[in-house]
């Protein structure tokens, strides 16, 4: 949590996940770090002569509720929202280069499958494990973005799946496999989701997977009226 006031600012997290350079980049910076919990104790104490603004849909209710009652709350949006959505030129170009590099990584696993299903045994775990070692081949890479989600045949249909061996499963020649990975370069992160026919695909499936992406397609070129 970070409370900020024209007089201080104070951050409210565990110390000991700062490195005693990024520590003192902070307090140079004028921010002052709390314990993580001691927020819910500090928001009592807000004058009532203050205005608080924050956004009611990302504060959890303990938080909303230990501000006295006669303080007023402005409901809007986070403040640094927009800053950060709003990329400089280095931010943009460096990106660019964060996605070409795993481009490239996804196409290699792509071919990787295509070439080796059915010959040699294949798993979801294992499929996981070789797109890493395609990513880590990359110049500055630095990890997973998030944990892997590589789910064949019906496990695609699970939301946010991800194989243990208790449920990992051998990837066959037929049906369809959803890749849904990412990877952390030093120049940016990366976010790529591809659904891959390991073999004949049959009518119904080309049938629905067409309806989801024209579904997509327009709705990404949807116009919005505002509000």
């Known amino acids: 949590y970070l409370l900020m006031t024209q007089e201080e600012i104070r951050l409210y997290a565990n110390e000991k996940a700062f490195s005693q350079e990024i520590k003192?980049?902070?307090?140079?910076?004028?921010?002052?770090?709390?314990?993580?919990?001691?927020?819910?104790?500090?928001?009592?104490?807000?004058?009532?002569?203050?205005?608080?603004?924050?956004?009611?849909?990302?504060?959890?209710?303990l938080l909303l509720k230990n501000i006295p009652e006669e303080v007023c709350i402005e409901d809007a949006q986070n403040l640094t929202l927009l800053p950060k959505a709003i990329k400089n030129p280095v931010e943009v170009e460096n990106e660019k280069i964060a996605h070409i590099k795993d481009g490239v990584a996804v196409t290699k696993f792509i071919y990787w499958l295509k070439q080796n299903v059915g010959k040699r045994t294949i798993t979801e775990i294992s499929a996981a494990e070789h797109l890493l070692?395609?990513?880590?081949?990359?110049?500055?890479?630095?990890?997973?973005?998030?944990?892997?989600?590589?789910?064949?045949?019906?496990?695609?249909?699970?939301?946010?799946?991800?194989a243990t061996p208790e449920t990992d499963v051998v990837i066959e020649p037929k049906g369809l496999l959803l890749a849904d990975t990412g990877g952390h370069y030093l120049e940016g992160s990366t976010d790529i989701t591809r659904t891959i026919a390991m073999g004949e695909t049959t009518y119904e499936q080309k049938k629905f997977f067409t309806a989801v992406l024209r579904g997509t397609l327009n709705l990404a070129a949807a116009s919005f009226r505002y509000g």
């Open 24 to 61: 003192a980049s902070l307090s140079k910076d004028g921010v002052t770090i709390f314990p993580y919990d001691q927020v819910y104790e500090d928001v009592k104490k807000i004058s009532s002569d203050k205005k608080v603004v924050l956004d009611k849909e990302n504060v959890n209710y």
């Open 133 to 162: 070692t395609l990513r880590q081949a990359q110049e500055h890479f630095l990890d997973n973005s998030f944990d892997p989600i590589i789910s064949y045949g019906e496990h695609a249909a699970m939301n946010h799946y991800s």
